[in-house]
């Protein structure tokens, strides 16, 4: 007798005993199209916020409450448009509500780079996802085929990607140390296996991998 169950992975199949189990993936999707809006008060924004206006999710990069000596007390924020990648200055009334952008984070690997594309899967599901150069832009450069990254949505659309906040490069090129100095404190300029230029210190030579933290794009210790 025919009959509909879950697969381990959350998808929903129809199965008979004359054919193998087959998931419905043209009518349904386990990720919503619906984006669900949340209040959040004005008080609560913080750096890496997401709120919604204007019909777009948007993230805080600043924000500082300002109570002046006449007048209501405000929160003037620098937020960045996840669709369009414009970033622009937003002043809120202190305590107003606002609209919280219902983001959601998937895990996906970073496989490989097809032409300007860059090809994301998801490993249990093997489901692709595909940024372009625009897209992910200078973070490219420490971009490392396999590296874990999270790759966001909203509307049931891709917007954007974040990168692991370290990751292991290795030291393409990097001058050699003056002599003398491989043992003291300063640093050096070195080439890393994704093009990425690192100050490194001056023990660090060609061939080493080091952490960088991707936030800065600082060299944080050897591998």
Same mark, same amino acid.
């Given at each position: 007798?025919?009959?509909?169950?879950?697969?381990?992975?959350?998808?929903?199949?129809?199965?008979?005993?004359?054919?193998?189990?087959?998931?419905?993936?043209?009518?349904?999707?386990? +990720?919503?199209?619906?984006? #669900?809006?949340? /209040?959040?008060? *004005?008080?609560?924004?913080?750096? @890496?916020?997401? %709120?919604? &206006?204007?019909?777009?999710?948007?993230?805080?990069?600043?924000?500082?409450?300002?109570?002046?000596?006449?007048?209501?007390?405000?929160?003037?924020?620098?937020?960045?448009?996840?669709?369009?990648?414009?970033?622009?200055?937003?002043?809120?009334?202190?305590?107003?509500?606002?609209?919280?952008?219902?983001?959601?984070?998937?895990?996906?690997?970073?496989?490989?780079?097809?032409?300007?594309?860059?090809?994301?899967?998801?490993?249990?599901?093997?489901?692709?996802?595909?940024?372009?150069?625009?897209?992910?832009?200078? +973070?490219?450069?420490?971009? #490392?085929?396999? /590296?874990?990254? *999270?790759?966001?949505?909203?509307? @049931?659309?891709? %917007?954007? &990607?974040?990168?692991?906040?370290?990751?292991?490069?290795?030291?393409?090129?990097?001058?050699?140390?003056?002599?003398?100095?491989?043992?003291?404190?300063?640093?050096?300029?070195?080439?890393?296996?994704?093009?990425?230029?690192?100050?490194?210190?001056?023990?660090?030579?060609?061939?080493?991998?080091?952490?960088?933290?991707?936030?800065?794009?600082?060299?944080?210790?050897?591998?």
């Amino acid at each position: 007798m025919a009959s509909l169950r879950f697969t381990s992975n959350g998808r929903l199949c129809f199965s008979s005993p004359l054919r193998p189990p087959k998931p419905l993936r043209r009518f349904l999707s386990l +990720r919503s199209p619906v984006t #669900k809006i949340y /209040a959040l008060s *004005s008080n609560d924004i913080r750096v @890496g916020t997401n %709120i919604e &206006f204007d019909g777009s999710p948007w993230k805080v990069l600043e924000f500082l409450h300002v109570k002046p000596g006449k007048g209501a007390a405000f929160i003037r924020t620098k937020v960045k448009n996840y669709i369009t990648g414009n970033t622009v200055e937003k002043t809120f009334r202190a305590g107003s509500t606002l609209d919280e952008a219902n983001i959601l984070k998937e895990s996906k690997q970073y496989t490989y780079k097809d032409g300007d594309q860059y090809v994301f899967m998801d490993m249990s599901t093997f489901e692709e996802v595909r940024l372009n150069e625009k897209e992910v832009g200078d +973070r490219k450069m420490f971009l #490392k085929e396999g /590296a874990e990254c *999270s790759v966001l949505f909203w509307n @049931g659309n891709v %917007i954007d &990607f974040e990168l692991p906040i370290h990751v292991n490069l290795k030291v393409s090129e990097a001058d050699a140390p003056v002599s003398g100095d491989a043992t003291r404190s300063g640093s050096r300029p070195a080439k890393l296996e994704t093009g990425a230029i690192v100050n490194v210190p001056p023990f660090v030579e060609a061939g080493e991998e080091v952490v960088v933290d991707t936030r800065t794009g600082q060299y944080v210790t050897r591998a």
